[in-house]
């Protein structure tokens, strides 16, 4: 959002100094990978943490979703990575074969835990009451994005298949990116110009523009989530792989 009060001149400058005018680094820690990558001991933590329990235990797990009026089965595979939020999952459809090609990513959100510092029990319940209106506003605003984007041209963020609970979590069904990252690309084709990262960045900036529009705003925009596509006219641009949210005072 701030990108839109430069001048063209100053956007320009910005994207100049930015990591996109710089050789890439090879990834070397867990935190540095692509969120559908932290598949190590980052994403383990991260569930034991939230969850008080060990991760990979929905692994096998059979869930439906709803897409409109149609429904979703799939069935849970490994731990992609987890976030602030949520924890991802990749899966498949298990009519299918496992080794199949056509996978399918589960963002499970996390649940509500008792803020365990403060001693007052009227204000632990206002303190529960007021998170679980957050977070089930986070949750809600990604679904939503995700349905008011699927039809977009090109499509900026992961395409939506449908979205429901899984054990009593919210949690809804996306496409699993496998477009290059934009790490391997600047590696295999060279840096940008500023003119061809601007045009790069251009439909995310639109996404962003509605998003406002509709009270969202992007939330934990990093470059290692950043993947590099093509358009239905062979011109590159980028789509956002984790494209977590932060409800604005307007809410959803």
Known sequence: ???????????????????????????????????????????????????????????????????????????????????????????????????AENKFVVKIYFPLKKNKDDDSESEIEDLKLSNKKREINVAESEIAAAKLHNDDDPPVIPKYFGDGEVDGRRAYVMELMKDPTLPERVKAGGLYTVVGALDAVSPFLDLLRVEERHGRTASDFKPENIRVAKDSKGKEYFRYIDYGLVPSEKGV
């Open 1 to 99: 959002p701030f990108v839109f009060s430069l001048a063209p001149g100053e956007l320009g400058k910005v994207v100049r100094n930015s990591e996109l005018a710089k050789p890439p680094q090879e990834p070397n820690t867990e935190v540095e990978k692509n969120l559908y990558e932290q598949r190590g001991s980052f994403a383990t933590s991260k569930v034991a943490e939230k969850l008080g329990s060990a991760p990979g235990q929905l692994t096998g797990k059979n869930c439906f979703f709803m897409n409109g009026d149609k429904g979703l089965v799939v069935q849970l595979e490994n731990i992609l990575g987890a976030g602030h939020t949520g924890e991802a999952y990749l899966c498949h459809d298990p009519q299918e074969n496992k080794q």
